[in-house]
């Protein structure tokens, strides 16, 4: 079973579109993220979750919305797509310890998104 | 803020040799410091953590890693590489929100790592 998983793998979509990627995690954790990779491979945080309560929104575009049913569940939507969103978008879970930094993240294989 | 910084973009090695990667991180606190490798289209998997004790930690495929407080630096080391340990290194730190909780993790941009015949 895996552990935290993602879909769609490989996105590609036109400018000015919509799309949504899906992320699970079967560990029980009670945070989740989303981090975006450019194409230098810098790994930036976009949100965090915890027990489904928006955490972190680090300067991220409002056309950008995280969708949290459920502690097991973190989806992004994305609105009106731009060039500039091509990236492999990464979900990851982690179990909250709460008043330290101590925790360990288990990542998805990541959505590479291409925008035409 | 924390930040970590990787200072080698990339790094060329001949299969069997010894392996160091950098990494050195700004924290005003005890850090929790971590490597993580990424392989070719693959997601992030981690190879060690330290969060206290001994400061020389081992993790996973042979990895070890050294926390040097006075230096600031958490340097990723491997005796003899192999070729399936080219891939993409990264370095990170964990991050305190205001609320005083744990959230994620900084990371550094990352050693690109060559494996030569």
């Known amino acids: 079973d895996t552990a935290v998983s993602q879909t769609p793998k490989y996105l590609v979509t036109q400018m000015g579109n919509d799309k949504s990627i899906k992320c699970e995690q079967n560990?029980?954790?009670?945070?989740m993220y989303w981090y975006k990779q450019d194409s230098k491979k810098f790994l930036k945080i976009m949100f965090s979750?915890?027990?489904?309560?928006?955490?972190i929104n680090e300067t991220v575009p409002n056309r950008f919305s995280p969708k949290s049913p459920d502690k097991a569940h973190l989806n992004l939507h994305i609105n009106s797509l731009e060039l500039g969103d091509s990236a492999v978008y990464f979900c990851a879970s982690s179990q909250d310890l709460e008043g330290s930094g101590a925790n360990v993240l288990t990542f998805g294989a990541g959505s590479r998104l291409t925008v035409l | 803020a924390q930040s970590v910084t990787q200072p080698d973009i990339h790094i060329t090695v001949s299969e069997g040799a010894s392996l160091e990667l950098r990494c050195n991180y700004s924290?005003?606190?005890?850090?929790?410091l971590f490597w993580y490798v990424q392989s070719p289209g693959q997601g992030l998997q981690l190879l060690l953590k330290y969060f206290s004790g001994d400061t020389l930690v081992q993790g996973i495929k042979g990895f070890e890693a050294e926390f040097k407080r006075s230096q600031s630096s958490f340097n990723l080391r491997k005796p003899s590489v192999h070729w399936s340990d080219a891939a993409e290194y990264f370095c990170?730190?964990?991050?305190?929100?205001?609320?005083?909780?744990?959230?994620?993790?900084?990371f550094g941009k990352g050693t690109h790592l060559i494996i030569q015949p």
């Open positions: 990170a730190v964990g991050r305190m929100y205001s609320g005083g909780g744990a959230d994620g993790l900084t």
């Open positions: 560990l029980g954790h009670d945070t």
């Open positions: 924290y005003g606190a005890t850090p929790y």
């Open positions: 979750y915890n027990n489904k309560e928006l955490i």
